[in-house]
């Protein structure tokens, strides 16, 4: 009797919710971001810098993503963004219905720009849609160069990746170009950002990007 193998997507449900949330937050006008990284990368603290920058200017909403504590939360919230904090208590990853479930706790119609902080690592959160416009890799000098390679998945299902603390890379063993040629070899049609939260270097145009993106001109 010959065999029947039967294939099932497990993540269908979790893409359902996350065409539900997309359509939502199109219907209100609100462009969402989801931020992914490794522990360290330093995404929080562009979070920050962009806030602060921004304010008055845009207004941003984060959904903020940990396994616990709400450290980074309340770091954002002092910025001056409305702030949902979840905490996953283990899983490495945030899940669609996670993010379903923020939006009835915050005021949308006032929001231009939703960020999603998501748990740091560079493996479980690329197979997860949440509704998001775009993703966004933050990737720190000091990981190392091999990342890309090591990793594909997260930089394939990527718009743009930030290249972040350039400061460092006087004391790492750290080669851009190489980056850039695994990275356009897994995705060439990635946007890159260059820049130090640090000195500051490149927070210009990130901003100027971040502006266009959420008025619908990027």
Not at 21 to 47: E, F, V
Not at 95 to 102: N, P, Q, R, S
Request: aromatic share 6%; proline share 4%.
């Amino acid at each position: 009797m010959p065999q029947v193998t039967i294939a099932q997507n497990i993540l269908a449900p979790n893409e359902t919710i996350a065409t539900e949330i997309q359509q939502t937050l199109t219907t209100l006008h609100i462009r969402t971001l989801n931020i992914m990284s490794s522990p360290g990368s330093g995404k929080t603290t562009l979070l920050e810098r962009s806030i602060e920058r921004l304010r008055g200017k845009l207004n941003i909403g984060v959904i903020e993503g940990d396994i616990e504590t709400s450290a980074d939360a309340e770091r954002i919230e002092a910025a001056g963004a409305q702030t949902v904090q979840i905490n996953t208590q283990g899983a490495c990853h945030l899940e669609a219905h996670m993010i379903l479930d923020t939006l009835t706790k915050r005021d949308l119609p006032q929001i231009e720009l939703l960020i999603i902080e998501n748990i740091g690592n560079l493996v479980c959160p690329a197979a997860w849609k949440l509704g998001e416009d775009l993703r966004v890799v933050v990737m720190s000098v000091a990981e190392g160069d091999d990342k890309p390679a090591k990793y594909p998945q997260m930089f394939a299902t990527a718009q743009v990746l930030v290249l972040n603390k350039l400061d460092l890379l006087p004391y790492v063993d750290y080669d851009i170009e190489k980056v850039k040629q695994q990275v356009f070899a897994i995705n060439p049609n990635l946007r890159i950002f260059e820049l130090s939260c640090r000195t500051g270097e490149g927070l210009d145009a990130w901003y100027q990007w971040l502006v266009g993106f959420a008025r619908g001109e990027q």
